[in-house]
C-alpha cells in the first residue's frame, strides 16, 4: 500500500535500480578508484563549480555527521533549529561523534533568520562555554519550506561576520533546486556554503548520500574521516552509479518536480474540507495540515502518514517521485468517510 508518511517509504526509481544493476556486470577497483565514482564526481563538479571535493557515504545521519566532523572540534557548538535532523532525528550520533553541543533555535516554519541565530552567539572566547563555530540549516527545511538566496546570502554573512561555517543538511536539496526554479550552485556555491549533505535515497536511490565541499581546504582530511565514522563504502560503485543516473539526464529534477507537483494537489485536495487547516508554505514535497483527532486514526488505517505533533494534531504528509493522483484522491475519499462517519 502506498503512504505518505515519508519519501524514504518509496521504492527504488527503475532508472536508479538499472544502474545499479549495469554496474555489477563486470569487476572494477573498491573504495572509489574506478569509474563510476569519478564520473559521478565530474557531474558534481559541473553542478557546484570546479573547486568542489565530493564524497560518497552510506546514509543521511553519516553525511550530516561526517561533513560536521570537518568543521569542528568538541569544545564546538552548532546552531541549528529546534527540529534539524541532527537535533532531533539522528538521536545522539552528532553528540557521540562531534562531541560538539548542538543549539537548537527556534523556527515556526522550520528556517532560521540572522537575528534568531545571532542570539544565541554568546560568550565568545569563554573557555567555561562551547564556541559557536556552524551554522547548520536544512533546504528544504524540515516543514517542508525553502530558502531564498537572499535569505541564505543573510546566514551566510552572518557567519563571516562571526568566523563561521555554513553547513547546509540537503536531504530534500533537489525538491529545494525545483521550487526555486535554481541550478544547485546558484543557491549552494554562488551564496557562500561551506559544505552540503546531498540527499540521494529521498529522491529514488536505494542508499547513499554525497558530501560536498564546496572550500576545498575543509575537505583535506576527509578521507580519514569517512573510514573512522565508517562511511566509506568499499564496493563504492553501487552508491556513485546511481548519483550518475540521478544527474547525468537530470533524473533528480524530474523526479523531484514530480514530488513538488503532487505536494501541491495534496494541498488543494486537503483545503476541500473545512475541517482541515494548512500549516505550512508547501514549497516543496511536504504538507502539514491540522485533522480533527477523532478522524486520524481512521484515516491511516486507509492511507498511512505521520502525526507531526501529537498536542496539536498536525500531521506531515510526504509526496515521493512516485505519489500518484490516485494516492492523494484515495487519501481525500479516508478523510470525508471518515468526517462522516464521525
Not at 48 to 57: C, H, I, N, R, T
Not at 170 to 197: C, M
Not at 293 to 310: G, L, R, S
Request: glycine share 6%; aromatic share 10%; with cysteine.
Amino acid at each position: 500500500m502506498k503512504s505518505f508518511a515519508s519519501d524514504n517509504y518509496s521504492g527504488i526509481h527503475p532508472e536508479i535500480l538499472q544502474a545499479i544493476i549495469q554496474a555489477n556486470e563486470q569487476h572494477v577497483g573498491s573504495y572509489g578508484n574506478d569509474s563510476y565514482t569519478e564520473k559521478a564526481i565530474s557531474l558534481f563538479k559541473k553542478e557546484f563549480g570546479a573547486q568542489a571535493e565530493v564524497f560518497f557515504v552510506y546514509n543521511g545521519t553519516g553525511a550530516n555527521v561526517s561533513a560536521l566532523s570537518a568543521l569542528t572540534k568538541s569544545y564546538h557548538s552548532i546552531l541549528a533549529p529546534e527540529l534539524a535532523h541532527i537535533n532531533v532525528d539522528e538521536s545522539t550520533a552528532p553528540e557521540k561523534f562531534l562531541g560538539c553541543k548542538i543549539i537548537g533555535i527556534p523556527a515556526a516554519d522550520g528556517k532560521l533568520t540572522p537575528q534568531a541565530i545571532e542570539e544565541k552567539i554568546i560568550r565568545i572566547n569563554d573557555q567555561h562555554h562551547p564556541q559557536a563555530k556552524v551554522i547548520s540549516i536544512s533546504q528544504s527545511t524540515e516543514y517542508g519550506t525553502v530558502y531564498t538566496v537572499d535569505e541564505i546570502k543573510a546566514i551566510k554573512a552572518l557567519a563571516t561576520q562571526y568566523g563561521l561555517y555554513l553547513h547546509m543538511d540537503g536531504a530534500r536539496i533537489s525538491n529545494a533546486a525545483v521550487a526555486l526554479g535554481k541550478s544547485f550552485k546558484e543557491f549552494t556555491s554562488d551564496v557562500g556554503v561551506d559544505v552540503i549533505s546531498f540527499g540521494g535515497t529521498k529522491n529514488g536511490l536505494l542508499a547513499g548520500e554525497a558530501v560536498v565541499f564546496l572550500q576545498p581546504n575543509l575537505a583535506q582530511e576527509f578521507k580519514f574521516i569517512s573510514k573512522q565514522s565508517m562511511q566509506l563504502h568499499s564496493k563504492m560503485r553501487f552508491i556513485s552509479a546511481q548519483f550518475v543516473a540521478q544527474l547525468e539526464n537530470e533524473l533528480w529534477k524530474k523526479s523531484a518536480t514530480h514530488a513538488n507537483a503532487m505536494a501541491k494537489k495534496l494541498e488543494k485536495a486537503l483545503l476541500l474540507f473545512p475541517e482541515i487547516k494548512i500549516t505550512q508554505s508547501v514549497d516543496a514535497n511536504g504538507v502539514f495540515a491540522l485533522l480533527p483527532a477523532h478522524i486520524i486514526e481512521k484515516v491511516q488505517a486507509e492511507i498511512f502518514f505521520y502525526v507531526w505533533n501529537d498536542k496539536t494534531n498536525e500531521c506531515r504528509f510526504m509526496c515521493s517521485f512516485d505519489t500518484t493522483e490516485e494516492d492523494i484522491e484515495t487519501l481525500a475519499k479516508a478523510i470525508k468517510k471518515a468526517l462522516v462517519s464521525a
